[in-house]
């Protein structure tokens, strides 16, 4: 197994990028269809095998607060030995390989040892987001209770609540403080731990990992993810981001989602790069950007929101030199912020696609630097056999036309696709049809094979008898100087079923006017369908997000249907297409 790291690594440090595609093809092709082992421990085998034998003096981590300025690194052997400490400290508990592992911790170089004692030790590691509210944390221990659990000081009395309340009793619950609290072991005391640790037998096909989906959609889902289908199937996220050994890769994200897993943990350390943690409460865009500078990020992945925000910023401060790539994840990019940002820095933001049931999917991998259409988001990862189908199953062959995204299985499973939504058989058979797996979402191909984004299936707008991807709006939107953010929902209408109507959010200097409403209607019009244009538009100050910076639209659509069936008036700050006689003479057409 250390070789198909060792081959990634080579790939990815080749300069010739027509020489990386042929290489990334042919590694793919023979990975997709050779023998893996029937065990697996990527902490043993790749972490310490290869990376802490061959480069363990090498720098694995670098955390630092982005206020206060303080800085903490670890080499690679640093970085195992406190991850064999903490593992340690969870089996003279009691903990043993099957078991799970709540982790509910902000950015600190803990949660990177954490989750590297839980591959170790086969634990089943389930992340959890430092946002949880009391009814969220009741949900995910009645469905999944916890035999361990890792915690930041601040959250230890609300987790103690949920515990009370769904009388679960796990074995050890470790805190991230200084401040003894009952029941509780003080992660200081782990320090004492031996620094080596025998690694738990784990087959390929054990449970590693259980995500609770962000729930953009509906109830959260448990995404199993095994000793394999992370480790190994992130070798694709680690080939389209690029990651070389020598890099210092940053992700924004954080901890409690699959995207952490992604790009801050198994992205740059499958290939024995430096990653990076950067703690903040609030996204703080010059900060932020002064740490970047500061500790000479070469690769730097982000969600929308904060593109959005980096664009913005007085980028003369700051010296990017350093910077090799960009990459934007979590929802797609609008081309504006592409542009902007290739002329503030000069490198192109390479936009890519995934879920938390898969590892890197489709996307703009290095090679195709000066070849990426603006607003598309690649074509599909060697791993992947991706393809477009109708709501009929039929795969789509003519290009423009927007369909279901699917994986097919009927060749190959691709390895990072995760293994079960744990315990939910209905929703499995839901989403794995007739040898596809249906991701839930929609796309389409131009007759180039780009693929561009249409939206979540259950976002698109069905007005009339057209159908409506809201991001093709949201970005024709925020082309116009005035709008900072878009999002793009159907609201209830008697005779065309639904209407598109836009939230809109708009950058500093503006404010909402009819006469500014009236100029987002003319703009919309010279660029989009006439079918696809908002038929309404309202000012606001944010729309509801996950953590991880994606859009509710779900939360959106449910407050139009509120807002109308208890008859609430028109706001202030909303404006319809037909209160303007300059934009049509027929009324509400």
């Known amino acids: 197994m250390q070789n198909l790291y060792r081959e990634v690594m080579e790939l990815n440090m080749m300069d010739d990028n027509e020489q990386k595609e042929k290489a990334a093809k042919a590694f793919f092709e023979k990975l997709n269809f050779m023998d893996i082992p029937d065990s697996f421990n990527w902490a043993e085998e790749i972490f310490e095998g290869l990376h802490v034998n061959e480069r363990g003096e090498n720098t694995a981590l670098i955390w630092t607060d982005i206020v206060t300025r303080d800085v903490r690194t670890f080499t690679y052997r640093e970085f195992a030995e406190n991850g064999n400490r903490c593992l340690n400290a969870l089996r003279k508990s009691g903990i043993a390989k099957g078991d799970n592992f709540y982790m509910m911790v902000p950015i600190v170089p803990e949660t990177w040892f954490a989750t590297f004692a839980g591959v170790k030790g086969g634990l089943v590691t389930v992340p959890t987001a430092t946002t949880m509210t009391m009814r969220e944390l009741q949900f995910r221990f009645e469905s999944y209770p916890p035999d361990s659990i890792i915690c930041a000081e601040t959250y230890t009395e609300l987790m103690d609540d949920a515990i009370k ?233 003519l290009p423009d036309e927007p369909g279901h995204i699917v994986v097919k299985l009927d060749r190959w499973r691709p390895l990072g696709l995760f293994t079960e939504y744990i315990g939910n058989p209905e929703k499995m058979a839901s989403v794995f049809v007739n040898n596809y797996y249906y991701t839930g979402d929609r796309a389409s191909m131009d007759q180039d094979g780009y693929w561009w984004f249409v939206g979540r299936a259950d976002d698109v707008i069905k007005s009339s008898d057209y159908r409506v991807g809201p991001f093709e709006v949201e970005s024709a939107l925020v082309e116009h100087p005035s709008v900072n953010e878009a999002a793009v929902v159907g609201t209830p209408d008697p005779k065309r079923h639904q209407l598109v109507k836009a939230y809109v959010i708009l950058n500093k200097g503006y404010e909402p006017s009819k006469e500014l409403a009236l100029e987002l209607f003319q703009h919309s019009m010279n660029i989009l369908a006439k079918f696809k244009i908002p038929r309404i538009i309202e000012f606001v100050t944010e729309v509801p997000k996950t953590i991880s910076g994606k859009i509710r639209r779900i939360e959106l659509r449910e407050n139009e249907v509120e807002r109308q069936s208890k008859g609430e008036s028109a706001k202030d700050n909303e404006f319809f297409y037909w209160d303007f006689p300059e934009l049509s003479s027929k009324g509400k057409e």
Not at 232 to 255: C, Q
Not at 278 to 294: I, S, W
Not at 352 to 365: L, V
Request: with cysteine.
């Open 165 to 397: 309340a769904t009388g679960v009793s796990p074995k050890i619950k470790i805190l991230l403080g200084e401040t003894p609290r009952a029941g509780w072991t003080n992660y200081s005391a782990i320090a004492r731990e031996d620094g080596n640790a025998d690694a738990a037998k784990t087959k390929s096909n054990d449970l590693l990992f259980c995500f609770f989906t962000s729930g953009t959609t509906g109830l959260p889902k448990k995404v199993g993810h095994t000793a394999v289908s992370y480790p190994v199937g992130h070798l694709s996220t680690s080939v389209m981001a690029g990651i070389r050994p020598d890099d210092v890769h940053h992700n924004l994200s954080a901890p409690g989602w699959a995207k952490w897993a992604w790009s801050s943990f198994f992205g740059p350390l499958n290939v024995g790069a430096t990653a990076t943690a950067f703690n903040f409460t609030v996204l703080d865009g010059p900060l932020y950007l002064e740490a970047v500078a500061k500790h000479k990020v070469s690769v730097f992945c982000a969600p929308p929101t904060a593109w959005r925000m980096f664009i913005n910023q007085d980028m003369s401060q700051f010296d990017l030199s350093s910077l090799r790539q960009s990459i934007g994840a979590g929802e797609p990019l609008n081309p504006e912020v592409i542009t902007q940002w290739k002329k503030l820095t000069g490198t192109e933001i390479r936009d890519f696609y995934g879920q938390t049931e898969s590892t890197a999917m489709i996307g703009n991998p290095p090679w195709m630097a000066g070849k990426m259409r603006s607003g598309s988001f690649g074509y599909p990862s060697f791993m992947y056999d991706v393809a477009l189908v109708d709501d009929q199953g039929q795969e789509i062959t």
